[in-house]
């Protein structure tokens, strides 16, 4: 069991800054396209028409036609005023240097190390046991079992049972009988042995919640080292990080999941997007869970898939978006490219 019930995107500022100091290394920053931008209908009527669109079923060719012929790789957030859209942008050159450096390896990929996010995850402990490996980087917050472990009452709720049934299930019964017994002495008594018994007693299945600060170079190493772990919260949780802006940088691949689904990143940004949201993605199989679609790209092609066309696969694209449904599940074999739009099948399930 594992829940991040909210992530804080990061400012836009933040973006802009890593920009910066991404092109110190070669004094490049006249080559920066990254910027906000006025969007009227009279000046650039089809970006308009594109940002005043409602219809969830654009494809994402006419999404990128429309973005690339004002040189835009992304829009990260935008507002309207008036009459006016106020868009901040990731440009396609500092999108492209971003996507070469961010494959290049930890030396050279240290701009990731300038973008913080913020995370509120419910995990159990054999969970944050091994989380606890990635100190560096790392800010986390958590809810005290030291202070407040005799403020409620313990229930099964309390605790991680995805996998307990039977006896196994009924020995968690009993020790929360025992927790919730030393637990009244306790509070009635404020003898520390009965406090000091809670905590020996605490099974690892225990749910912890956290606030973690963390940043995108921290998330790779995850990423990388976790995204098959035996474990399903380290999976899940990687499912998690696919859903952030630019994940493509964490994750290597040449689209990310939310893209895939016709999440743009504006919708992120602006929280249109709910955890609830990407839940249901999930657990409705439209990915397999031990198997994340976006793939690691050979470094070989990253030249030219750093802003490498993904037309080829807008026929899935549209595919998937018309069949989130509940009768619809979209299975996706591993071991086909994402280069190749084929490998997206759709089956009914019977009525």
Not at 95 to 103: A, P, Q
Not at 311 to 325: E, G, H, V, Y
């Amino acid at each position: 069991m594992l829940n991040v019930s909210k992530f804080t995107i990061i400012n836009y500022d933040f973006i802009l800054f890593a920009i910066e100091g991404m092109r110190n290394a070669m004094n490049s920053w006249d080559h920066t396209d990254s910027g906000t931008q006025y969007i009227t209908k009279q000046d650039s009527p089809d970006l308009f028409e594109l940002l005043n669109n409602k219809d969830d079923l654009i494809t994402h060719s006419q999404y990128e036609t429309v973005l690339r012929k004002h040189n835009i790789y992304d829009i990260y957030s935008m507002q309207k005023q008036e009459d006016t859209y106020v868009i901040n942008t990731i440009g396609i050159n500092d999108y492209k240097l971003m996507s070469r450096l961010s494959r290049a390896g930890r030396d050279h990929s240290k701009f990731l190390r300038s973008i913080p996010i913020g995370m509120r995850i419910s995990a159990p402990l054999f969970w944050w046991k091994q989380f606890d490996t990635y100190k560096v980087g790392t800010v986390g917050l958590s809810t005290s079992t030291m202070h407040k472990i005799h403020s409620k009452e313990f229930t099964r709720d309390d605790f991680c049972t995805d996998n307990l049934s039977g006896y196994a299930l009924e020995t968690l019964d009993v020790t929360i009988t025992c927790l919730n017994a030393y637990r009244e002495e306790y509070n009635k008594s404020k003898n520390m042995a009965n406090w000091r018994t809670m905590i020996e007693l605490l099974p690892d299945s225990y749910i912890q919640t956290r606030n973690i600060t963390l940043n995108y170079e921290v998330l790779k190493n995850i990423y990388n080292s976790r995204r098959n772990h035996k474990l399903t919260e380290w999976r899940r949780f990687c499912n998690y990080i696919e859903f952030l802006p630019l994940s493509e940088l964490i994750t290597s691949s040449i689209v990310s999941k939310a893209s895939l689904l016709g999440v743009k990143t504006i919708d992120i940004t602006s929280r249109n997007v709910s955890m609830d949201f990407i839940d249901a993605l999930l657990h409705d199989n439209i990915f397999n869970e031990t198997n994340s679609i976006t793939n690691t790209v050979d470094p070989v092609l990253s030249n030219s898939i750093a802003y490498g066309s993904v037309n080829t696969i807008d026929d899935a694209l549209k595919n998937i978006r018309q069949s989130i449904k509940p009768e619809i599940k979209i299975k996706v074999d591993p071991d086909v490219s994402i280069y190749d739009n084929s490998h997206f099948n759709t089956s009914s399930k019977q009525q």
